[in-house]
């Protein structure tokens, strides 16, 4: 059962990457981002109610103020994400964001543990992955760069905003990830988890009432991959606390390869097509990811 649900949260994240990518691609759609942490918002609210409800999870507004700073990381470094999907491709957003772990090695390095190497090694293919992509994104040709995106039918300029912003990204969900493992020694998880998302249903209903407020709130065409991407974000929250509940060391390298199969979604359903030095360093950058989800026990 844990091979299917591990095989079922690297489909449902990557599903989830490719449909956020959609809902929040069009720049002429200013709040596209805001409406995408709505949409999450709703549905993480839904299914923390199911999890009260109908499997027995106790609220309590304790835990939720308990796990608000942790709350707050993982959410602020989803909306930047989400933000950043407007200036980059998927292709190399989804790798860049999911090098978190190799941040997380890197805080407990900072506070004195020192990991085996065959982690300093994947945290090393990370970096240099990370690297390698900012070097080739930000050094390619703007003929080069527009030939290639042509096909994809979008237009990136060059701008140290949009790689910058999946590191942010990373960054930010890294040190929640790093408080996560901390708190997580005296929290219940299913408890936290509920905690998580009933604080990002709050937010996402506090962001609608802002836009209905202010008279910017309409319904799109656009906001119905936003809900898609929704249902298979927490939908790939459920399968991966239950693969890793179940096999830790087998479920982690499965599920973690879920950006590769971004990168294979970006290329056929949104057309994207990169460099060799783009995805030589994807390649790179995936690699450390596996061996830190295989090592990283």
Known sequence: MWLVLSLLALFLWSGSDLFSKRGCQDRSEKNSPLKMVMAVGLIMGLHAGYEVIFNDVIFSWQVIWAYLPISALYIISMAIGYFGLRYIELSISSPICNTSGALVVVFFMLMGIRPEVAILVGVGFTLIGIIGLGIAEYKEDEVARAERQKASNMKYHKSLLAIALPIVYSLIDAGGTFADSLILE????????????????????????????????????????????????????VAYIYAIGAN??????IISCYCLLTVIWGRIFLKEKLSWKHYTSIGLAITGIIVLAIFDQ
């Open 248 to 253: 830790p060391i087998a479920a982690a390298p």
């Open 186 to 237: 005296t929290l219940d998880e299913a408890q936290a988890n509920v905690a998580y998302e009933f604080t990002f249903f709050i937010i996402g209903l506090i962001v609608f009432i802002v836009l209905l407020v202010r008279g910017e709130f309409k319904l799109t065409k656009s906001d119905r991959p936003k809900i898609i991407a929704s249902i298979f974000e927490t939908g790939g929250q």
